[in-house]
């Protein structure tokens, strides 16, 4: 069973970026999609992003089309998301998860803790 671990998260001006990672262990990572997810504090936990498991497919959630990228590199076990031109609504808890279907991402497997994103305007 694999196990995601985030990393990268941090506090940054509106406009700036960050990279995240999403490191995994286990056996399997390079069979699975891998999709980010955020929960910003009193709402649900939506979708962000999901990679495809070799990397050649990618789908974004419409408020981050354009200005995240999301990718992977299998060789080193990990997932990526880039985030650009970022905004205070993008303030939340990021976490990575493998995932099933792609039109609508369903993670499995348990949460990890996720790493802290905050954008100051």
């Known amino acids: 069973q694999v196990q995601l671990i985030e990393s990268g998260g941090g506090l940054v001006q509106a406009g700036g970026s960050l990279r995240l990672s999403c490191a995994a262990s286990?056996?399997?990572?390079?069979?699975?999609?891998i999709a980010w997810f955020r929960q910003a504090s009193g709402k649900e936990r939506e979708f962000v992003a999901v990679?495809?498991?070799?990397?050649?497919?990618?789908s974004y959630a419409g408020p981050v089309k354009g200005r995240f990228t999301i990718s992977r590199d299998n060789a080193k076990n990990t997932v990526y998301l880039q985030m650009n031109s970022l905004k205070p609504e993008d303030t939340a808890v990021y976490y990575c998860?493998?995932?099933?279907?792609?039109?609508?991402?369903?993670?499995?497997?348990?949460w990890g803790q996720g790493t802290q994103v905050t954008v100051s305007s």
């Open positions: 286990g056996r399997g990572f390079s069979s699975y999609h």
């Open positions: 990679i495809s498991w070799n990397g050649g497919s990618t």
């Open positions: 998860a493998p995932t099933t279907g792609w039109t609508r991402p369903r993670p499995f497997g348990s």
